[in-house]
């Protein structure tokens, strides 16, 4: 496999047109008949990461762009080894890293894109978001109940409040891409049988045992809950200023170079540039070499 045979594949996971969309047409073990495995996906993914890291530096001085990659998926999909792979050569001064998890009481007492509008990167960043606003319909959907904790007039309460948080996130992303912010939303599609493989391994490792939390099993039990919720937050909101990524997650190694391809292809897509100088920076400039080659030393 090669970086140009990726950049193919990358239509073939892309969604930016939901009138169409199932998720069951997606296969969680899908390789596209790759030939590279764990070990030669290693030298790939090495490469990515360094193209992004160039990427990157051209991102960073710049005051127009930022990229935003949301990451979704089940308990176990990968969502942390595939960011921490992903972004490992990375700089960190260009990148900001958000968590999401439980609400809190002040994120409760807003709307509920608040708590994100708050960790959006800033122009030149690479922003992460590890799970999102989209919990709000995926979660919160499986579980209904949750609502009662964010205290919504009853009359806004209703059986259409599923479909207008999705039209109010659909409007939120056009407008966060007419601010220069490109975005890419993950959904790390894996299969029940790879969810139950991977928990296991948690539990009969010593050093995962950490990972493993009951309340993880108890959500596998709402898993076809979930996938609907997916299936119609995907088909709602994938635009092609805001792609979803259905991405093939039961081989870890394909779903890194599949999200890494990605992030590079957006990036060369702006076809970044350094910044010009100007006039007066290069006299500075000038003058500050001249002021060091006079000090001598060598």
Known sequence: MTHKRLR??????????GSHFRLKDHDPSDTDGALAGPAPSEALLADGVK??????????????????????????????????????????????????????????????????????????????FNRSHYEEVLIVRVHP?????????DELNGK????????????????????????????LHMSPAEQRR???????????????????????????????AYEDAIAATATPHAPWFVVPADHKWFARLIVVEAMIAALEDLELKLPSISPSHAAELAQARHTLEAEGGG
């Open 198 to 228: 991977r928990f296991l391994a948690r539990l009969d490792t010593p050093g995962k045992n950490w990972k493993f939390s009951a309340a993880d099993l108890a959500e596998r039990a709402y898993w076809d809950k979930y996938q609907s």
């Open 145 to 153: 109940e949750l609502l009662e904790r964010q205290h919504l007039p």
């Open 51 to 128: 193209r992004l890291s160039d990427l990157q530096m051209l991102l960073y001085p710049q005051e127009s762009w930022a990229l935003l990659c949301i990451f979704q998926g089940m308990d176990a999909s990968g969502k942390d080894g595939t960011i921490r792979h992903v972004m490992s050569g990375i700089d960190p001064a260009g990148v900001s890293i958000a968590n999401f998890k439980q609400p809190g009481p002040e994120d409760l007492g807003h709307d509920f894109l608040w708590r994100v509008a708050r960790h959006m990167p800033r122009r030149g960043q690479i922003g992460i």
């Open 8 to 17: 193919r594949m990358l239509d073939r996971y892309r969604i930016t047109d």
């Open 160 to 187: 259409k409040i599923w479909k207008h948080r999705l039209e109010d996130i659909a409007a939120y992303e056009k407008y966060l891409a007419r601010q220069g912010l490109v975005q890419l939303k993950f959904f």
